[in-house]
């Protein structure tokens, strides 16, 4: 069975840094790529990104490319989401998702998402 | 302001058949597929139709997906009160290094 598991919330000051993580099990999880997904709250899905664990190549939405960093480590089937200071308007729960196919581009079905990491930016 | 624009709201009676519509552009919809997803209160988004009108495993055939040019649509039918949740479409767009969009979202109440 895929699974997608999330670290859990994060209660954070602006300005800290943080690492939120995502972890995939019951598939290979060099060949398949993960995307990340913001809702703010009580806002609609935002794309963030995308990155093939297999080689780390890294797509990133306009929004988001250089304000988070995507990565993965394969050695333990983990993605990774990062901010090195964040801001109060980084508040949002923030999801993983896998797609059906290995390829993400022309069709990008998200079929499997994590739980979702909530995470929360207040002085 | 999303790439995406769908109606933020509709509604139905139980029974009832509504459609929730999806406009984008020739770099998104116009060239790409259409995927949607719904999301229930408190939970993950799920994938409900995928590749234009097909529906993963699970889905009911109450749920449907079209698309012509650079629009799409979701129809729900024999409308039930579970099918109250957000509703969006997706795609991926072309544009600078091909990432995917979504729209808005539209919130579905069965009155």
């Known amino acids: 069975e895929v699974q997608l598991v999330q670290s859990g919330a994060e209660v954070k000051k602006p300005g800290e840094s943080l690492k939120i993580s995502c972890k995939g099990s019951?598939?290979?999880?060099?060949?398949?790529?993960i995307g990340w997904v913001r809702q703010m709250p009580g806002k609609g899905l935002e794309w963030m990104g995308i990155?093939?664990?297999?080689?780390?190549?890294?797509r990133y939405s306009p929004s988001f490319q250089g304000q988070v960093t995507i990565s993965a480590d394969k050695s333990i089937s983990t993605a990774y989401l990062q901010w090195s200071s964040l801001k109060a308007s980084d508040t949002a729960m923030y999801y993983c998702a896998r797609p059906a196919v290995p390829y993400c581009g022309g069709d990008c079905s998200l079929v499997y998402w994590g739980q979702g990491t909530l995470v929360t930016v207040s002085s | 302001q999303s790439v995406l624009t769908q109606p933020p709201s509709a509604s139905g009676t139980p029974g009832q058949r509504v459609t929730i519509s999806c406009s984008g552009s020739?770099?998104?919809?116009?060239?790409?597929?259409v995927n949607w997803y719904q999301q229930l209160p408190g939970t993950a988004p799920k994938l409900l139709i995928y590749?234009?009108?097909q529906r993963p495993s699970g889905v009911p055939d109450r749920f449907s997906g079209s698309k012509s040019g650079t629009s799409a649509s979701l129809a729900i039918s024999g409308l039930q009160s579970e099918d109250e949740a957000d509703y969006y479409c997706?795609?991926?767009?072309?544009?600078?290094?091909?990432?995917?969009?979504f729209g808005g979202g539209t919130k579905l109440t069965v009155l």
């Open positions: 997706a795609a991926w767009d072309d544009s600078l290094n091909g990432h995917v969009v």
């Open positions: 590749s234009n009108n």
């Open positions: 020739s770099s998104n919809i116009g060239s790409n597929t």
């Open positions: 019951g598939y290979s999880f060099t060949s398949y790529w």
């Open positions: 990155i093939y664990p297999g080689d780390s190549d890294t």
